[in-house]
């Protein structure tokens, strides 16, 4: 008899599902989640994230359970938890989606891989957005991007066979877990994405272009959609095509225009998480090598001067008003807009002068909507670190002015601005920037990194079809602003 177990991680949903598609095809068929120690456990996990998820896996698993599939969830580390399910249903086949995650994730699907070898059971994963699993070159890449959204989405089955006895388990809390329930809960689940995809579309996305720059209008002007396909309650093929139609249909040219905007970003999406799939290591090591051990913090434990700065930035205490402001509502809510975001950054990598690991950890575990293969494309690029990138550094005080002209948003945040409880600016501006500058830019016109940046833009650089426009694929890249990829 054939059992097939259906093994969702970031694709927390029921329409375009392949696995759960192929999966209706068994004898018997269920559904598990397992929620791993390794993930709970590392540096880029928050109790928000798990909160969400929680919350999208309730729905989940009650429409499941209407189709005949129930659900599992299990705390364990995956090989162990897959293992006992096969000894006790009789699992044949195991059916997920691919993923593009950090390091541990990376080495529990070589685990999982060589465990259903080694027991026999089919493994079967399918792509879920534009990444391209073994890529051999760039190529091309954005004419597959498009085959692959434009295919046909998968049907939802109608009923599944359930196995002899087994009833959907119970989810446990935060408080089983350990873990604290977070100031803000953004709403979870298939519904909500959908609801959230509809009202961007339907006239939501009118003033995208123009609202998503400033932290004052971007709560409204962008879609929110992020973190909905960080954990899939939507696939990137339904979004794209949803989109796609919406412009096709639209009568509004404003909102036609907004949502071609919104359309390609989509493509920049895959094409960040594309960087990590190719290339693993950029999560914790530059892309240029050649810029190795030029900040604090690359490669060794810095000093008490570069914690005390790291720390300021952490607690939005750094005498610059707009990068508190910031800081403080993404510690506060879990969403920022995406040229604040890069703000953010670039103020860590350019004036504070620090390696991009620590605050991109640090920023991993606010953005409810922290996407890895996005999150470490964006810290490197943001920080000028690999290779073929324009160097983006962002002055707060334009910021300011150009996007919260009356102070409201930073008044909102930071409440004690102008009186004797807010810090003096913790570097001086001019020179902390001048120091940086001559540090990058000097290496950079060397012979040896000039080389190496040619071999980068080979292995990484996004090409003209199908993608906004940037530089020729031999000279260094100007790039799409941060968060391209991140947020819509």
């Not at 922290?370 to 670190?385: A, R």
């Not at 160097?391 to 409440?415: F, M, N, T």
Request: charged fraction near 25%; glycine fraction near 8%; proline fraction near 6%.
């Amino acid at each position: 008899m054939s059992v097939g177990l259906v093994w969702f991680k970031r694709d927390l949903r029921l329409r375009d599902h392949a696995a759960l598609a192929q999966a209706a095809q068994c004898e018997r068929a269920f559904g598990l989640f397992i929620i791993e120690p390794a993930w709970l456990e590392s540096f880029e996990c928050d109790p928000r994230h798990v909160d969400f998820l929680l919350r999208c896996l309730a729905p989940l698993q009650a429409a499941l359970w209407q189709r005949g599939l129930p659900l599992l969830v299990r705390m364990g580390e995956a090989v162990q938890v897959l293992e006992s399910l096969r000894r006790q249903w009789g699992v044949t086949h195991l059916f997920s989606h691919e993923e593009t995650g950090p390091a541990w994730s990376y080495a529990r699907d070589i685990s999982v891989g060589r465990w259903s070898r080694l027991q026999d059971v089919q493994w079967q994963e399918w792509p879920q957005t534009g990444v391209v699993r073994r890529l051999r070159s760039r190529d091309g890449w954005a004419a597959r991007w498009t085959r692959r959204m434009e295919a046909p989405q998968v049907a939802i089955p109608s009923g599944f066979g359930t196995p002899p006895g087994m009833q959907p388990e119970r989810l446990p809390t935060l408080a089983e877990l350990g873990l604290p329930t977070p100031r803000v809960q953004a709403a979870a689940g298939e519904a909500v994405a959908w609801d959230s995809l509809r009202a961007f579309l339907g006239g939501g996305g009118r003033h995208y272009r123009r609202g998503l720059s400033s932290p004052l209008t971007a709560p409204d002007a962008c879609s929110r959609l992020s973190a909905h396909l960080a954990f899939g309650t939507l696939s990137m093929r339904s979004v794209h095509q949803a989109t796609e139609l919406a412009i096709e249909h639209s009568a509004d040219r404003d909102l036609a225009y907004g949502l071609r905007g919104f359309a390609s970003r989509l493509r920049w999406h895959c094409h960040f998480m594309q960087k990590l799939e190719d290339q693993p290591d950029i999560e914790w090591r530059n892309v240029a090598r050649s810029l190795d051990g030029l900040r604090p913090g690359d490669g060794a434990a810095w000093g008490q001067e570069a914690q005390a700065r790291f720390d300021a930035w952490c607690a939005g205490r750094t005498g610059y008003p707009m990068v508190d402001a910031c800081m403080r509502q993404l510690c506060a809510t879990g969403w920022l807009n995406f040229r604040m975001r890069a703000m953010l950054v670039s103020f860590a990598a350019y004036h504070l002068w620090l390696h991009w690991r620590a605050p991109g950890l640090f920023l991993a575990r606010q953005f409810l909507d922290f996407e890895p293969g996005i999150h470490w494309s964006q810290m490197q690029m943001q920080s000028g670190t690999t290779g073929i990138n324009t160097l983006r550094i962002y002055s707060p005080a334009k910021q300011a002015r150009d996007h919260d002209p009356l102070g409201e948003y930073v008044r909102r945040w930071v409440p004690e601005y102008g009186s004797c409880a807010y810090p003096d600016p913790i570097v001086d501006e001019k020179s902390a920037l001048a120091q940086a500058k001559e540090a990058l830019y000097g290496q950079r016109r060397s012979s040896s990194a000039r080389a190496e940046a040619d071999a980068i833009q080979d292995r990484h650089g996004s090409r003209k079809s199908g993608l906004p426009a940037t530089a020729g694929r031999r000279s260094r890249q100007k790039a799409p602003d941060a968060g391209q990829g991140v947020l819509f």
